[in-house]
């Protein structure tokens, strides 16, 4: 029942464009606005007091949450599968060519904007051509401690001491109303979960018989972590993957209904709910879009729990 659902939500919002609506999204019919629902004439759920069609913001609405929610959340969970797994696997113990800490460097100076950027373009420029020297000599350059393990649970720990939506918000007001921007900050902030678990299970895994088999083998040790350990640290991606969807949808629809990250001519349901505000009298504006979040939201947490259960 909930693939059910949520494979009919997708289908909708991938369909969206060419689906036979009585009226397009962003379009007002200024001679009925606030219109109930369920009586004479072609607003089937009625419209919002600018006069929109209520289903095809539904329509649409469900289109941004899906191509919005769905990328970040897959986005975090391969962030904090990359980082967790490595962190697990390594801990502080490896250790890197002096060109990748200076190419490092050289691009966090430009990116930061540091007095005379040229220099730290200049860093990473002669760090590059050390890394490229470095990958096939490696006993060219000394090589320095990455403290990998401290670095992805400070990160992580940094990001979870601020509340998440005072974060999200912060962040989503900073780079400005966009779909790309805002798909990036959602995924920036829900990474560290996704790492935690993937860690956890890592520090699990590397001490099984088969990681220690290859190891022994003389395999290097980044196959080993990739072919072997990583298909199994990632096990519990599988619970969180969903729970990690229902808790973007939520916050997405909590941005939108506050007015942040989208533009005001996307369509989205927490916008539709936000605009009920202007008529308190039109119920259909918080009924419709509220039972798709509750649903959605649901059986997302029953696909979360599921594997659990068995």
Not at 45 to 55: A, F, M, N, R
Not at 59 to 77: D, E, I, Y
Not at 81 to 106: K, S
């Amino acid at each position: 029942m909930a693939l059910g659902w949520l494979a009919v939500v997708a289908l909708v919002a991938v369909l969206a464009p060419w689906l036979p609506l009585p009226f397009p999204p962003g379009t007002p019919d200024l001679a009925h606005l606030n219109q109930a629902p369920f009586v004479q004439g072609r607003h089937w759920l009625g419209t919002d007091p600018q006069g929109q069609d209520v289903l095809s913001v539904l329509v649409f609405g469900a289109r941004t949450a899906v191509l919005l929610t769905f990328p970040s959340a897959f986005l975090a969970a391969f962030i904090g599968a990359v980082a967790g797994g490595a962190a697990g696997f390594w801990g502080n113990t490896i250790r890197v060519a002096a060109p990748y800490w200076l190419l490092v460097a050289g691009l966090a100076w430009w990116i930061l904007a540091l007095p005379w950027p040229l220099l730290g373009v200049g860093i990473a420029g002669v760090a590059a051509a050390g890394v490229v020297v470095a990958a096939r000599h490696r006993d060219a350059f000394p090589m320095w401690p990455l403290p990998l393990n401290s670095a992805v649970m400070g990160a992580a720990t940094v990001l979870d001491t601020v509340p998440r939506l005072v974060l999200v918000v912060a962040l989503a007001a900073g780079t400005g109303v966009s779909a790309g921007g805002l798909l990036a900050v959602l995924a920036f902030t829900s990474w560290p979960a996704a790492a935690r678990m993937v860690r956890a299970q890592m520090l699990r895994v590397r001490t099984l018989p088969f990681v220690e088999a290859a190891q022994a083998t003389g395999m290097p040790a980044g196959r080993v972590w990739l072919r072997h350990a990583m298909p199994h640290a990632v096990t519990p991606l599988r619970t969180a993957l969903p729970l990690s969807l229902a808790s973007l949808l939520a916050l997405e629809s909590t941005l939108s209904f506050l007015g942040i990250g989208l533009p005001p001519n996307v369509a989205s349901w927490g916008r539709l709910l936000a605009s009920g505000r202007d008529a308190p009298q039109a119920w259909w504006l918080f009924l419709f879009p509220g039972i798709l979040l509750i649903i959605s939201i649901l059986l997302l947490h029953t696909l979360g729990r599921r594997p659990a259960a068995r």
